[in-house]
Every structure is written in C-alpha cells, then in structure tokens.
C-alpha cells in the first residue's frame, strides 16, 4: 500500500533563512506526487507537483521541490522564508490504484519567526 | 470559476441533532472527496465520488454519517445524531478524472458540537 511519510511535524526558522521540509513515500510503481499548503482557516491549495520530466519542479511563491526516485523522496525547499509563509505544508502522491485517489503525509508545520 | 463552495463556513449544534453540510465543486470536475481534518488524527478522507457515484466510503467512521451526490454539482455529508467528538473541519474537494491533476479544496466547514 502507498505510504507518505513527513519527517517533520514542525520546522521553527528564522525569516530570510532557507528552508526545506521533508517527504519520503514508499511506491513500487511509478507515482504523482504533490505539495500542498494550509494558511490558517483556509483549505488545503496546490503548490506544486510532479508528474514526469524534470526533477525539479518549480511552484508558487517560490518553493520548489527535488523528485528522488532512488531514494523516494520529494523535498520541499524555499531559499529565503517570509513571515507569510507561516502554514501547513502536506505531501501527498498519487494511488496508483485508480480513481484519482490521494494519499497525504501527516504535515509539517512551518513557523517563520521575525 | 469560483472554486468549491462550501457552506456553511461555521455550524455550532447540540448534541443529537442532524447536521447537514453542502459543497459544491468546481464545473466539469468529476471527482469529489469529502475529508475531515482533527488536531488528533490529521486529514482523513471520508468518502469520494467518481461522476456522482460514491466510490470507497470506507473512511466513514460510522452510520452516523452519510453523504449524497444527487447531481454533478453538489453534494451533501450528513451526522445523524451529532456528537462532540465530530467536532472537526470537513472539507470538500474536486479534481478531473487525470490523477495527475491534483485536488482543488473547498475553505471547509468548521463545526462544532456541544
């Protein structure tokens, strides 16, 4: 069965400075994988994702992540964290049993401190 | 388009009673999902839909729970009698049948049982 696993439920850091939030999943077939991000009191928006092609995919407001197949995982990273950035981030990848079904990590918490 | 809707943003009810949440997708989507975030237990899908057809309804916790899907836009999740500890955010979610796609979410429905 897929698995996600978020190795971090929360990443304390200092605005300005580069951050990167963890993801392994476990697949023995070729798979989607996604990031998401929660702002307080709002639903869950798509950053970025993965589907095929380079490995480094690029998102909104300046994320980007690195897809790892031999060692499967796809980390999240922003060089330069702002204030705003403040939210819960969740990995997620692609059942590969059909019906558009998802499968998310636990979450990570990010709290950017001035 | 105006994104998934859900309603209501926030339902304080008595314990007993039905309560009844709404969401409707996004147009031309044919997935919709039905998730329920807690502190305790993170993000758990409840049930899903593939063209109004309810697919896997194994997330949901008990009889208590149902949810319809009359039509391609929209869809209901009912708790009949409600208790406390489905005191939680439910949220509801869209995609197109790619599973490359990713989920577009709805900003939920913060309820509380008292």
């Known amino acids: 069965a897929q698995s996600v696993t978020q190795l971090d439920s929360q990443v304390p850091v200092f605005e300005e400075a580069p951050v990167e939030l963890r993801c392994n999943y476990s697949?023995?077939?070729?798979?989607?994988l996604f990031w998401y991000v929660q702002y307080p009191n709002q639903g869950l928006q798509l950053l970025l994702k993965y589907l095929s092609g380079s490995t480094l995919v690029k998102g909104i407001n300046g994320f980007e992540a690195e897809f790892n197949k031999s060692q499967t995982s796809f980390h999240l990273r922003k060089p330069s964290v702002h204030i705003s950035d403040t939210a819960e981030y969740f990995c997620?990848?692609?059942?590969?049993?059909?019906?558009?079904?998802?499968?998310f990590g636990a979450g990570t918490r990010l709290a950017v401190h001035p | 388009d105006a994104g998934v809707i859900q309603s209501p943003r926030h339902e304080v009810t008595e314990m007993g009673q039905e309560v009844t949440l709404r969401c409707k997708p996004i147009?031309?989507?044919?997935?919709l999902f039905w998730y329920r975030q807690t502190m305790m237990r993170g993000l758990e899908l409840l049930i899903y839909f593939n063209n109004n057809v309810p697919i896997d309804d194994s997330g949901m916790p008990e009889d208590r729970f149902s949810a319809k899907m009359p039509n391609a836009s929209f869809s209901t999740l009912k708790i009949q009698p409600s208790e406390p500890r489905d005191s939680a955010v439910y949220f509801c979610a869209s995609s197109l049948a790619h599973s490359g796609y990713g989920y577009t979410f709805g900003s939920g429905t913060r309820l509380t049982v008292v």
């Open positions: 147009s031309g989507h044919d997935y």
């Open positions: 697949s023995s077939v070729s798979v989607y």
């Open positions: 997620a990848v692609s059942d590969p049993g059909g019906y558009n079904k998802l499968i």
